[in-house]
């Protein structure tokens, strides 16, 4: 009996021993745990300690620059302080040695000479905008007395030239027609129809659009045959056979109803003849217009 006592004994001490050595154990593992997170916070922290300790360093750095350039800056200060001083100490001796109106004199000569300056400046300028303006005032006078006589020299022209222009009339040439006597017969209509109607190429210009050399040089009143010169230009057809536009056969029947070239003169210059000053037209006058009118049918 004793000895089952005692075996019941041992297998709860052995128990309870497990149980402690099983706590032990966690208590271990969890202690394991704990110092890897503390290794890593150290090390973290030793990090962050370089870190630190780097900038301090830096700012050491800068707090012994920033010292060193207030001493310099501290002596430069003190020796611009003596040299004013002295400065001051010099003028104060100068002010005393001389007096108060030459220091008037000394103070105001700097400030006094631009301004006098200045003065002569603008009154050159003045000057010389007054002599440009008088230049310029003579130079319009000049300008305005010429243009006064020009004006009166062509107010003295003008009547002259108007009295010539009332007594000139227009005169009939002077050249000698005697030799170029010529008569408009019904032969000469003939052949001006045959030369017209037998002309199929282009011509240069008809006689109604013939220079003024062509036609008498002769002013009057009535004109009551107009309507006959003008009428072939209305008569516009577009066909094959045209001369400027207009038919050759209906041109030729107007040519041959118009009136001849003599009859036209004649009815023009009739009442013309009484106020004609220079001259006369004559016989010779209707031949040399019948010579013009052949040349330019034959040119045609």
């Not at 001006?192 to 011509?203: F, M, Q, Y």
């Amino acid at each position: 009996m004793k000895d089952e006592s005692v075996l019941k004994n041992l297998i709860q001490q052995e128990a309870k021993k497990k149980e402690s050595v099983r706590n032990a154990e966690t208590k271990i593992i969890k202690l394991t745990e704990q110092l890897q997170a503390t290794e890593k916070i150290l090390s973290v922290n030793r990090m962050f300690l370089k870190k630190l300790q780097e900038q301090i360093q830096k700012v050491q750095q800068r707090i012994t620059v920033k010292k060193a350039l207030t001493l310099k800056y501290g002596e430069e200060l003190a020796r611009a302080k003596a040299v004013a001083s002295k400065e001051i100490g010099k003028r104060k001796l100068e002010q005393d040695r001389l007096g108060p109106n030459k220091l008037m004199k000394l103070d105001n000569s700097p400030v006094s000479s631009p301004r006098k300056h200045s003065a002569e400046l603008i009154a050159m300028e003045k000057r010389r905008l007054q002599k440009l303006e008088y230049e310029y005032a003579l130079k319009i006078q000049k300008l305005k007395e010429a243009r006064a006589l020009k004006a009166k020299e062509q107010q003295s022209i003008a009547p002259v030239v108007e009295e010539e222009l009332e007594f000139s009339l227009p005169q009939p040439s002077l050249h000698d027609l005697t030799q170029d006597k010529l008569s408009l017969d019904t032969e000469e209509n003939d052949a001006d129809d045959e030369i017209l109607s037998g002309s199929n190429r282009e011509r240069r210009r008809s006689f109604l659009e013939s220079n003024s050399f062509t036609k008498p040089n002769l002013k009057h009143t009535d004109t009551p045959n107009k309507e006959c010169i003008n009428k072939p230009t209305k008569n516009t057809v577009e066909k094959p056979e045209l001369f400027l536009g207009l038919k050759i056969g209906e041109l030729q029947k107007l040519y041959s109803k118009a009136d001849s070239l003599k009859q036209l003169i004649l009815k023009t210059t009739t009442g013309i003849t009484e106020k004609v000053l220079h001259g006369q037209v004559t016989e010779h006058f209707i031949s040399f217009i019948n010579i013009e009118f052949t040349l330019t049918l034959f040119a045609l």
